[in-house]
């Protein structure tokens, strides 16, 4: 596992914490791997989930840090998304939580 992989766990764990989820969403870092959410916690994962975002590993990283909002770079072309969009938003609003 990748030290980027390690520390979108842990950023996604503290941001989850306390927050059940029905969903479960896939963070597909380019050239690092998967992060998968759902109802039982943060892993890495390749499942498949509900919704895929794939971004680079510096976008994740600005999106976790709180320097990008979700929604902006899912707007600019930074932040793809596949599956359901519903899920996405949900995902969107909680890491836009600082």
């Not at 870092?29 to 509900?50: C, K, M, P, W, Y």
């Amino acid at each position: 596992m990748t030290d980027i992989i390690e520390t979108a766990i842990k950023s996604l764990e503290e941001k989850l914490h306390g927050k059940n989820i029905d969903f479960s969403a896939k963070f597909d870092i380019e050239n690092e791997g998967s992060v998968l959410v759902d109802g039982t916690g943060v892993r890495a994962s390749s499942e498949d989930a509900d919704c895929t975002l794939i971004a680079s590993a510096e976008t994740f990283k600005a999106i976790l840090s709180g320097e990008v909002n979700p929604t902006s770079a899912f707007m600019s072309g930074s932040l793809k998304v596949e599956g359901s969009m519903g899920v996405a938003m949900q995902l969107g609003n909680i890491l836009a939580w600082k």
